[in-house]
C-alpha cells in the first residue's frame, strides 16, 4: 500500500515541478519585458527564482518518492 501512496506522490510531484517550470518562464518573460513597468518587472524576476527554487524542491521530493516506491 505505501509503494502505491509513495507513486501517487512521485506523479504529484513531477506535475508541480512541471508547473512550478511553466510559472517559472513565464515570470523570466515578465522580467525581461521592457514594455512592462519597472516594478512588475522586479516582482516577475522574485517569482522567477521562487518558481525555479520550488520546481527543485519538488523534483528532490519526486525522485525521493520514486525511490521509497521501488524499494
Same mark, same amino acid.
Given at each position: =500500500?505505501?509503494?502505491?501512496?509513495?507513486?501517487?506522490? *512521485?506523479?504529484?510531484?513531477?506535475?508541480?515541478? =512541471?508547473?512550478?517550470?511553466?510559472?517559472? @518562464?513565464?515570470?523570466?518573460?515578465?522580467?525581461?519585458?521592457?514594455?512592462?513597468?519597472? #516594478?512588475?518587472?522586479? @516582482?516577475?524576476? #522574485?517569482?522567477?527564482?521562487?518558481?525555479?527554487?520550488?520546481?527543485? #524542491? *519538488? @523534483?528532490?521530493?519526486? @525522485?525521493?518518492?520514486?525511490?521509497?516506491?521501488?524499494?
Amino acid at each position: =500500500m505505501d509503494t502505491i501512496k509513495q507513486a501517487g506522490n *512521485y506523479v504529484s510531484d513531477k506535475v508541480n515541478a =512541471m508547473t512550478s517550470d511553466a510559472s517559472h @518562464e513565464a515570470n523570466k518573460n515578465v522580467a525581461k519585458d521592457s514594455n512592462v513597468s519597472v #516594478g512588475n518587472r522586479l @516582482e516577475g524576476a #522574485g517569482n522567477a527564482v521562487k518558481d525555479k527554487v520550488d520546481q527543485k #524542491g *519538488y @523534483e528532490a521530493s519526486a @525522485e525521493s518518492n520514486k525511490q521509497a516506491a521501488t524499494h
